[in-house]
């Protein structure tokens, strides 16, 4: 089918939201956020988030349609994130777009919604070349992929062995002092500090373990090493220079995605780079990667701000990447995956 119309609905975390994507065109975007209900709390509230998804379902799907000028029937397909994500917020959205297509008689197909962060960029830069190196940041996945061909082979070239770079960010934050979500607030703060000023590991770079894992992330120490030293510098009654743990901590974690992705294109003899997810906000993360990119001839596509946190946008644009693929729907009864591993692409 040429240039479908599909409704994409995203429900993985905190984020309810709908779109609709006509070929690569972006026709409408909604996005309610149960985040501010979450913050006092320092974290995402599985049962919270799982009501608001509920609450704002209807409304999100409803405004994504009445923007695009369309009905249901107007739709050639329905997308839906299947997984990985947290459970209860899955079966919210799964529920409904089941629901959905059963009564419009319109094909479903459940999503992997990680995937779904480097599809978007579609609508934003065109079609993926062929061997397109793909790097996945956000709160709870650091993956590398090769994308041979969109959306018939992907394979995982490296992925996060604990801490992904967003929870380190998160786990930082905290100990700061500051609110949740802390990403933002480090990136703030780094843009006035000395990314030089303390010596942040950068993990799995060196030695037999770097040897052994070129292409794979460990954040986890990276984050002991920042508490370690601001826990030393408090008990010598120093004050913490904050602009400047964030710029060292930003630095390092930059450094080392810039560099495996690097490596990893030269590899496979890419010459692009695509990333996606919602650490990919990150500003020190964004310039570190298009400096790389210039230095080894690589075209480093980094999706528009409000493309890289979760969107339905990214759904229906994966959608449509299987419908024109002529990928079968997902079966009625499908599962949810709160795992759903890189390897599968669809329900």
Known sequence: MSEPIVLGIESTCDETAAAIVHGRELLS??????????????????????????????????????DANMTLADVDAIAVS??????????????????LAWASGKPLYGINHVIGHIAVTQLQFGAFPPDTLALIVSGGHTSLLHVED????????GTTLDDAAGECFDKVA???GFPYPGGPHIDRHAQHGDPHAIRVPQGLTQGKAGAAHPYDFSFSGVKTAVARWVESEQAAGHDIPVDDVCASLADS?????????????EQYGSNTLIVGGGFSANSQLRAKLLEYGEKHGVEVRIPQIKLC?????????????????????????FAIDSAMPLTKVSM
Do not use: Q, W
């Open 82 to 99: 299947a997984g990985p994500g947290l459970a209860g917020c899955l079966a919210v959205g799964v529920s409904g777009a089941k629901a």
């Open 253 to 265: 974690v930059a450094t080392v995605l810039a560099r495996k992705a690097m490596r990893g294109c």
């Open 29 to 66: 975007n909604v996005v309610a956020s149960s985040m501010e209900e979450h913050a006092r709390y320092g974290g995402v509230i599985p049962e919270i988030a799982s009501r608001a998804h509920a609450e704002a379902f209807v409304p999100c799907v409803s405004k994504a349609l009445a």
């Open 309 to 333: 946190t979760d969107n339905g946008a990214m759904v229906a644009m994966f959608g449509v990447n299987l419908v024109e693929a002529g990928v079968a729907p997902s079966a009625p009864d």
């Open 150 to 157: 969109m959306p018939r082979k992907i394979d995982v070239v």
């Open 174 to 176: 905290r100990l700061l």
